[in-house]
T-cell receptor
Framework: AQSVAQPEDQVNVAEGNPLTVKCTYS??????LFWYVQYPNRGLQFLLK??????LVKGSYGFEAEFNKSQTSFHLKKPSALVSDSALYFC???????????????FGTGTRLQVTL | GAVVSQHPSRVICKSGTSVKIECRSL??????MFWYRQFPKQSLMLMAT?????????EQGVEKDKFLINHASLTLSTLTVTSAHPEDSSFYIC????????????????FGNGTRLTVT
């Protein structure tokens, strides 16, 4: 079974500082990995994904994530945080070897990012 | 980009009544849509996979008769919470994927803005 762990419930960072939101995964084969962001009372917005190729993936709003197979991690990073980045961030994994487009996306429990001035 | 519209955004109903939530893919066709439920300060729980023209696939522990799903067209799926009770109060989110037809589809899910259901 596939699973995702986000060990931090909340991450606090000052504006302008780099941020990291941690994610580790467990899946039988090579994973598809995703990061989503959720603002209050809204659905999730796609940030970036790793499918194959370069381990460093760049996404929306200046975010990037690094796929580390040996550590089974996919941490989300941003060099300089903004107050507007404050939101709930979800890491998700999908096993690509499941049949068809109905394969399940498994989400982590989410990490609340709080960026302060 | 792909847009998923969900309606209503907020609904309050009395215990015992039914509530219908609509999920539409506005600029793409979706043979498959997904319904999630999100509890406060928790992750998203997949409730069911909605399949156009056929029965939905429910996750273990989700009551089929309580959460009725209909996917009558390639752009519309509905979730009806029947005989709602206060414990059904939650945030319900639908999503869909732009299907490329590739053998290992890696396109991301696109989410609606969610529906906050409060049952009094």
């Amino acid at each position: 079974a596939q699973s995702v762990a986000q060990p931090e419930d909340q991450v606090n960072v000052a504006e302008g500082n780099p941020l990291t939101v941690k994610c580790t995964y467990s899946v039988s084969g090579n994973p598809y990995l995703f990061w989503y962001v959720q603002y209050p009372n809204r659905g999730l917005q796609f940030l970036l994904k790793y499918i194959t190729g370069d381990n460093l993936v760049k996404g929306s709003y200046g975010f990037e994530a690094e796929f580390n197979k040996s550590q089974t991690s996919f941490h989300l990073k941003k060099p300089s945080a903004l107050v507007s980045d404050s939101a709930l961030y979800f890491c998700a994994v999908r096993d690509p070897w499941r049949a068809g487009t109905a394969s399940k996306l498994t989400f982590g429990t989410g990490t609340r990012l709080q960026v302060t001035l | 980009g792909a847009v998923v519209s969900q309606h209503p955004s907020r609904v309050i109903c009395k215990s015992g009544t039914s509530v219908k939530i609509e999920c539409r893919s506005l600029d793409f066709q979706a043979t498959t849509m997904f319904w999630y439920r999100q509890f406060p300060k928790q992750s998203l729980m997949l409730m069911a996979t909605s399949n156009e023209g056929s029965k939905a696939t429910y996750e273990q522990g989700v009551e089929k008769d309580k959460f009725l799903i209909n996917h009558a067209s390639l752009t519309l799926s509905t979730l009806t919470v029947t005989s709602a009770h206060p414990e059904d109060s939650s945030f319900y989110i639908c999503s869909a994927r732009v299907q490329t037809g590739a053998p290992l589809d890696n396109s991301p899910l696109h989410f609606g803005n969610g529906t906050r259901l409060t049952v009094t």
